[in-house]
């Protein structure tokens, strides 16, 4: 009997979809027939490609009504929301409006005796292994220049999103995309790194863990196959005394609230000068204690249920942590807590570094505020982490932030803003969050390797 893939609905903790994984040789032949339609892929002319991976960004959107409700169901996100083809459409827009410049040779110099130029060449087949916490988004990140560059992809998505892979491929190749250039499989861990392993793909982008971009290291060493790895991440955000403290609020406790804290770049611990810090905490249990825990699949819903109830007892347990060290939990438990996947959003004063909640990864309803004195103080515990995603900073001063963000070790800064995926800039991180980078044009050069051409015109002067 082959081994099976299941999603465990956070709603109620039935099996909302279940999928058989493929063999190691079954893989192997998805892997073969994707490096085989590489070629002929890329041989199509650029706009050519552009046109149909966009057609296939459409096709998604088409299938907005019923992706919404089943993202509910598999992960726990109100449908009050609306699903994520905003983002996936701007994402794969914008990639798609600079590829022709991004991927456009480097001319280098040419005269009557030598043609000298850089172009961006594909790297072959990209595995792509997405996250279930915004799975569309994320996915679409490399999927969409890595297909315009002339790449075939093969999807790997999360468990927890099980569907989402499958719909992407099914309206791609709706809209002309070949079967073999873009593939979704069902594959398990062991099966993921046999492949790795056995040189079966050209680039592996992986979101996720610390431990799984561990684990897709492991098995593509000595391969010397390129990886790009986003993993975990612990973003603060530094609200300073000159900061509207009303927009600080609003965006920084939705930036760690939004999607039962399941984002990559969710803020997870807020530094409040000390002039600001009474008005900033009273404003913020405002806000979170206004919010609506129950179904996800009722409008009236503002906070769904984590994603699994593992991920909920994590959780759970830094906070039980940080209030037996001392810490203060200021949100009262929600009728609508279950003490499974149902989860009080929770704020915490009086915590320090010393606490799990402070320096692991949540990624779960739950931010710790300290107090602090000025920017060096700041600067040193923003600093203090295993991570570097992302800071936001709060204040009407552009070159303090400059300089502050110039100190801090982070992939992205954000100045009175937080949680946003800008495609224009590269998604980058530093530290445990990993290494690469994608979107942007860097993006694109992330996803081809230049080839250089050194071309004589003539062989004797």
């Known amino acids: ?24 040789d079954a893989a192997q032949a998805a892997a073969a027939r994707g490096k085989a339609a590489q070629a002929a892929w890329a041989a199509r002319p650029l ?59 480097i001319e280098v110099g040419e005269d009557q005796t030598f043609t000298r130029y850089i172009k961006r060449v ?32 093969m999807l790997k998505h999360a468990t927890q999103t099980l569907l989402v892979g499958e719909r992407m491929a099914r309206a791609f190749h709706q809209a002309g995309v070949p079967e073999d250039v873009f593939q979704n499989v069902f594959l398990d861990h062991d099966t993921t790194s046999a492949l790795i392993a056995g040189n079966a793909f050209d680039f592996v982008n992986f979101t996720g863990s610390v431990g799984g971009g561990r684990a897709i290291e492991r098995a593509a060493a000595g391969t ?12 603060p955000g530094y609200v300073m005394e000159d900061a509207d403290l009303d927009a600080a609020v609003d965006t920084l406790i939705d930036g760690a609230m939004f999607n039962s804290g ?29 919010y609506r825990l129950g179904n996800p699949l009722d409008p009236e819903t503002t906070i769904g249920p984590m994603a699994h109830v593992r991920f909920a007892q994590e959780v759970r347990a830094q906070i039980a942590e940080a209030v037996e060290m001392g810490a203060t ?6 009728p609508g807590d279950d003490g499974g996947a149902y989860l009080t959003p929770q704020i915490l004063t009086g915590v320090t ?59 992205t800064v954000f100045l009175n803003r937080a949680d946003y995926l800008d495609p224009g800039l590269c998604w980058t991180g530093c530290k445990q969050t990993g290494r690469g980078g994608g979107l942007s044009v860097i993006g694109f050069h992330n996803l081809t390797r230049p080839k250089s051409y050194h071309l004589k015109r003539v062989t004797r002067a």
């Open 1 to 24: 009997m082959s081994k099976t893939l299941k999603n465990i609905s956070p709603i109620d903790g039935s099996t909302y979809a279940e999928r058989p994984v493929l063999t190691l």
């Open 47 to 105: 706009q050519e490609r552009i046109d149909l991976v966009m057609a296939g960004v459409a096709a998604v959107g088409a299938m907005n009504d019923e992706i919404v409700p089943e993202l509910a169901h598999m992960m726990g996100r109100p449908v009050r929301f609306g699903g994520e083809f905003g983002g996936f459409n701007e994402r794969a827009s914008y990639m798609a409006g600079i590829a022709a410049e991004a991927l456009a040779p």
């Open 122 to 153: 594909p790297l072959g087949l990209v595995f792509v292994v997405a996250p279930w916490n915004y799975p569309y988004m994320t996915a679409i990140n490399t999927v969409a220049p890595a297909l315009i560059a002339g790449n075939t992809v």
């Open 224 to 235: 010397f196959t390129g990886t790009g790895l986003e993993l975990g991440g612990k973003d």
């Open 262 to 290: 399941q984002c990559c770049c969710g803020i997870e611990r807020i530094y409040v000068h000390e002039s600001l810090y009474d008005a900033f905490l009273e404003k913020a249990l405002a806000v979170v204690r206004g």
């Open 329 to 334: 939990a200021h949100i009262e438990t929600m």
């Open 353 to 411: 570094h010393d606490m799990r909640v402070m320096r692991d990864e949540s990624f779960g309803p739950v931010v710790g505020i300290m107090k602090v004195r000025d920017d060096e103080e700041a600067i040193a515990l923003m600093n203090d982490s295993a991570f570097g995603l992302t800071a936001s900073l709060w204040t009407a001063d552009v070159e303090r932030a400059q300089a502050v963000g110039d100190r801090i070790e982070t992939g």
